[in-house]
Structure formats: C-alpha cells, structure tokens
C-alpha cells in the first residue's frame, strides 16, 4: 500500500535521526505538510565554519519530496525509502531544529548518516519508481551531486546572492512529466562556457540565445499549428497584423508587384494601400471571383505574392484555393491564404495548394478572447525567410500568451464543431426572417461561392454576416437589444461578439466613402460562441422583434 509524502515526513520528524525507518501505511494526518515543488534549498548560518561536514558553508541542504514521490513509491520505490528519509529528515533536522546545536556539532552523527544515504555518485542518481527510472540529470527531478553543490555553491556569501541563485544556477529541478507545457519566461539563454558559446556561433550546439529569437513555450504552440495545417514549419508572432506585415516585407522585393481581392480586413488594406507604396510595391486589387483579373495581372506584371483572405472579412467571399494557386504557381508567383474565418480544421489551405497559411491566433485559434498572437505556416525555406526578419523586426510572442495558444487549441476541434453548427443553423433562420434583408455565410446556396466552400471546406465557420431591413439607427436598435453577445471587435472566441462595421471599423469614413468598400450602414457581423444554440436563438429572435 502506497504511504503519502507527508506521512512519512510527519513520521520521521518525530524520530531521531539516527533512528530506523520503515515504510509503511499509516492514517493519515490532518493538516501535514505537503511538499509540492521539488527543489534544493540552502540556508546560510553566518559564522558557521566551510567544512566537508557542512557542505562548504552551507547550513542545510534539504531535498523535498518530488511531487510525483506519491506514485513513486512503487515495489521498487519503497526498497530505497529507507534511505531517502532518513537523508531528507537529517537534513531537514538541521535547519528547522535550532535546539539540536550547530550544524558542526550534529554533523558527526548525522551527517555521517546522510553521507551513507547520499554516496556521491560518479553517474547521474536515479530513483527507482516501479517500472519508471527517474534520472537526476534533467529528464524529471534534478538531484546535483553533493560534490558537486558543495563547489558551486562555495562564492556565495551572502543571503541576497543566494535569492539570486540558488535552485536555479546552483542546480535547478527541471520538471518534464508535468501535463500541461511549462512556461518558460526569460529573455535570455545562457552558456556554461565560451566553448558553448561558440558551438552555437558555429552551429554544433542548439540555443535560442535571446528571447526574441525563440522559446521552448512558444515552440510547442509552433509544431502544434504545423501539426494541424500539415505544415513544415510555423512561426507565431505578437499578432495577426504584426504577422500580415512580417510576411509582406519578408517576401515581397521593393518595386514589386502583389495581388489582393477587394474584400478584406481594414488594417490589412491600410498597409497595402499605404505603407506597401512607400518601397515601390504596387498592387492590383481584384474580386474574389475574378480569375480574368487574377490572369490579366499575372501576365502584366511580376507579381511576387498573390494574398487573400478565405473566407473573407466580413463578407465570408471564398476563393478557389486549388485554382488560383495552380495560375500563381505558373507564374512563379507566391499564394499566401489567410485562414482565419475558416480555423485549421474548416479549411486546409497547404493541401489546396496553397505555399503559405496564415491566421490571426487571437481568434478561433486562442478561442478564449484572452490573447493576441498571429501565425504563419509553411515551407521551411520560406518560414525561415519571414522568421529572419521577424527576428529583426521584433513583435515576439510573449510565453504566457503561448501557453493561452496552447490551451485554446486542446478545445479548438470541440469550440469550432459547435460554432459550426450554431452558425449554420442560425444563418438559415435569418435568411427566412421577414425583417432581414440578406445574409451572407458560405454555408447557404445562396451564397455566390458556396459551391467552391463545400469543395474546400469541411464547416463554414462561426461567423455570419448580415443586412436587416432599415437604416443606421434602425440596426443599432437591434444591435442594443441583444442580450447574450458583447458589442465588441474581433470574432471566434467562446463568447459571441456581435457589432456593426459602419461604426466599428469604418466610423472615420464618410457614408459614401464606406459604400466604396461594399460597407453598409446596416451591415451586422455576429460571431457565434459556444452558448446554447436555444438561447442564442431565441435572443437573435426577440431582438430582431424590437425594429
């Protein structure tokens, strides 16, 4: 029978230490002490002599019990637990007994003792756990060598120092058997040496060096989007803007020449149409249905890079992915697919042909409105030419928002089936409402490109776009009678987000000018969560009653 860490830390302390220990099943003991971290701890006793029975210096040195000592403490396990109190409790004994004496005059006995429990090994300690063996070389729990600590710890004289360093640069428990991925928050990587040091200059050793070029969070938040689009690499950035202008200086040349549909997101426009032209990057704008256009501009110009989103926002226009990267890829001509609207698991964009996926993270991806993060999938050679400049350019992820990236994307095939599904259903509902004008969703027949969305998608998303019937006023009427979403930007997260483009996205622009842009003042784009389809709804419903 399995015996709990605090038991036999409850056990042992009432023992001394040169008493014997067994292992065995005791009641367990209401409000003992639990030892969830696993760490070595130091303790300076000022005036306390640097002897090999003191360990240089140090006035304790305290092993806590792993945090997985419970599952541990196996067949196998429990032939070494003798052992391993008695060191722990020794040591333990030390600092927590002030009465017992000085560390010098208790090291002749139990030091003696914790030296026969802890001989210093010439290879890594392993703890035997059932059919586990834990290595104490970095792959669970790190337990240094005596020696080892003794030597290191030896030019640290005084507690602030210690603060500093201790558990970390003195040896720290790198824990890999933990569930959930680690965060990693540091803006730096260092080096034992400078033979290290130069092993990564020369490419032997691997290093992030610096924290804006990589991180071992944000790797995994990397590879799990390759995973799911099927890519070779990604690279995740601060955000899906941050991520849109990266990839065109990266790889469009000054003076070239690029190709974007007329539906699309303001911001990305405004770059295009503002910024692009600065470097002599020209573009020609066309309908996503026209592929006339897309040949025409193909033929009169060297276009580098042929960007659309797919579904587009906010009026969900689908573009033949297969066909336009067949025209493209003739051309020697690059096509980049932002996949937001549509999430890794609706549409996979690389498979179509695409040679580039990119999304905004902070939506369906992230799923919870909590984070903003943008990602780009694809080749190795190209993600590498974007991640160099990113790498210039900054906008690094920071690790706790790729941890929420992390999260998000273990329910993003639960969230997105959901979205789906909500968002089909209600698209139809609003089409056969009396007081809605049009709606637009790629899931309808009468959406213009539905034939293209159920050849390359596998669901429409969570997005519906629609016209009610009435004016500017008349929309935010309905607008402020909904009860569930919030009016708010942004789409895809688990609450539903509703708002108004004429004022959310183009309230700087005149009537007439937002007309240009298709963009009409009773236009309404309602991002569906994962709220019951019933209550959604019958809110839609009753709002729609108020106009």
């Known amino acids: 029978m399995a015996v709990s860490s605090s038991q036999c830390m409850r056990i042992l302390s009432h023992s001394p230490p040169s008493s014997s220990f067994e292992c065995r099943s005791d009641p367990d003991y209401s409000g003992s002490a639990r030892f969830e971290k696993p760490r070595i701890s130091y303790r300076r006793v000022p005036g306390a002599a640097a002897s090999a029975s003191t360990f240089g210096g140090l006035s304790s040195l305290i092993f806590k019990f792993p945090p997985n000592f419970v599952r541990q403490l196996s067949t196998k396990a429990r032939r070494n637990c003798s052992n391993i109190g008695v060191a722990q409790v020794v040591a333990a004994s030390w600092s927590n007994n002030p009465a017992s004496g000085?560390?010098?005059?208790?090291?002749?006995?139990?030091?003696?003792?914790?030296?026969?429990?802890?001989?210093?090994?010439?290879?890594?300690?392993?703890?035997?756990?059932?059919?586990?063996?834990?290595?104490?070389?970095?792959?669970?729990?790190?337990?240094?060598?005596?020696?080892?600590?003794?030597?290191?710890?030896?030019?640290?004289?005084?507690?602030?120092?210690?603060?500093?360093?201790?558990?970390?640069?003195?040896?720290?428990g790198i824990v890999t058997d933990a569930i959930t991925t680690p965060v990693v928050n540091t803006s730096a990587y260092f080096f034992k040496k400078t033979a290290e040091l130069i092993d990564f200059k020369e490419k032997r050793r691997a290093s992030f060096e610096y924290g804006r070029y990589g991180n071992p969070t944000t790797v995994v938040a990397e590879e799990k989007i390759s995973a799911l689009e099927g890519a070779e690499s990604t690279v995740i950035m601060a955000s899906g803007m941050c991520a849109s202008t990266v990839m065109f200086l990266a790889l469009v040349p000054a003076g070239g020449h690029i190709v974007t549909t007329t539906d699309c997101y303001r911001k990305t426009r405004i770059f295009i149409e503002t910024l692009l032209p600065k470097m002599g990057i020209k573009a020609t704008v066309i309908d996503p249905a026209d592929m006339e256009g897309l040949e025409s501009a193909l033929k009169k110009n060297k276009v580098s890079l042929f960007f659309t989103e797919s579904p587009t926002n906010p009026f969900l226009r689908c573009v033949d992915i297969k066909l336009v990267s067949d025209l493209c890829h003739k051309n020697g001509t690059l096509v980049c697919i932002d996949g937001t609207f549509a999430t890794p698991l609706n549409q996979k964009a690389l498979a179509l042909g695409a040679d580039l996926i990119l999304h905004s993270a902070t939506k369906f991806i992230g799923g919870h409105n909590d984070v903003l993060a943008g990602c780009i999938s694809g080749s190795e050679k190209l993600i590498t030419q974007i991640r160099n400049l990113h790498h210039v350019?900054?906008?690094?992820?920071?690790?706790?928002?790729?941890?929420?990236?992390?999260?998000?994307?273990?329910?993003?095939?639960?969230?997105?089936?959901?979205?789906?599904?909500?968002?089909?259903?209600?698209?139809e509902i609003l089409e056969a409402h009396p007081k809605v004008k049009c709606v637009y969703y790629p899931g309808l027949t009468s959406h213009p490109e539905h034939d293209i969305a159920k050849r390359q998608m596998t669901g429409f998303g969570g997005v519906v776009s629609f016209e009610v019937k009435g004016d500017l006023m008349t929309t935010i009427k309905f607008i402020d009678a909904l009860k569930i979403p919030y009016i708010a930007p942004s789409f895809g997260g688990c609450e539903s987000i509703v708002d108004q483009p004429a004022i959310m996205s183009y309230w700087d622009l005149s009537q007439s000018e937002r007309l240009k842009y298709g963009i009409m003042d009773n236009l309404i784009r309602f991002s569906f969560g994962v709220e019951d389809f019933e209550d959604l709804k019958a809110d839609v419903l009753q709002a729609l009653e108020t106009i």
């Open 102 to 172: 000085s560390p010098s005059a208790a090291a002749s006995g139990s030091a003696a003792a914790a030296a026969a429990a802890f001989p210093a090994p010439a290879s890594p300690v392993e703890i035997s756990a059932g059919d586990e063996v834990v290595m104490g070389d970095g792959l669970n729990v790190q337990l240094e060598v005596l020696a080892d600590l003794k030597n290191e710890a030896s030019f640290l004289s005084s507690d602030g120092s210690i603060a500093v360093h201790a558990g970390e640069r003195l040896g720290r």
């Open 393 to 427: 350019l900054g906008g690094a992820l920071n690790p706790n928002a790729a941890y929420l990236i992390i999260r998000g994307m273990k329910t993003l095939h639960l969230r997105v089936q959901q979205q789906n599904s909500t968002a089909l259903r209600m698209a």
